[in-house]
């Protein structure tokens, strides 16, 4: 198995309905659901969420995307939100900028150093800090 499908593996063992899709070399997950924090977003308690794992193990993800796009309960604009943003999925997606904390070290053992579910899980934190 390669690194790729070890990395769907993983993210699948947190959210099993999540779909792979590459193109142009670039490979794309979606997440039918993910849960947003209570009350802070418009939108409701849940959006679809897609990301790239990158080609290279040890290249840090970047950016992940929602659908449908974001608003704050309270009016206060996004920051290093962008929409409308283009995915495979269409062009009705909002973008985040974002990054996870600290240095990207991805280890022979999937799940003990950087992999696509920590970098998946990291998206609740970004989305809990609002603004």
Do not use: C
């Amino acid at each position: 198995m390669n690194r790729l499908e070890q990395e769907l593996d993983l993210v699948r063992s947190a959210f099993p309905d999540a779909e792979l899709r590459s193109e142009g070399g670039v490979h794309w997950v979606r997440l039918p659901v993910y849960p947003l924090p209570d009350g802070l977003y418009k939108q409701g308690s849940e959006v679809e969420v897609t990301f790239r794992i990158p080609a290279e193990a040890g290249e840090p993800p970047y950016a992940f995307w929602v659908r449908p796009g974001l608003e704050l309960v309270s009016g206060a604009g996004l920051t290093n939100y962008g929409f409308p943003a283009e995915t495979p999925w269409g062009s009705d997606w909002g973008q985040f900028s974002w990054t996870v904390e600290g240095a990207w070290v991805p280890k022979t053992d999937l799940a003990a150093g950087a992999n696509a579910l920590k970098f998946v899980r990291s998206f609740a934190e970004r989305l809990a800090e609002g603004s």
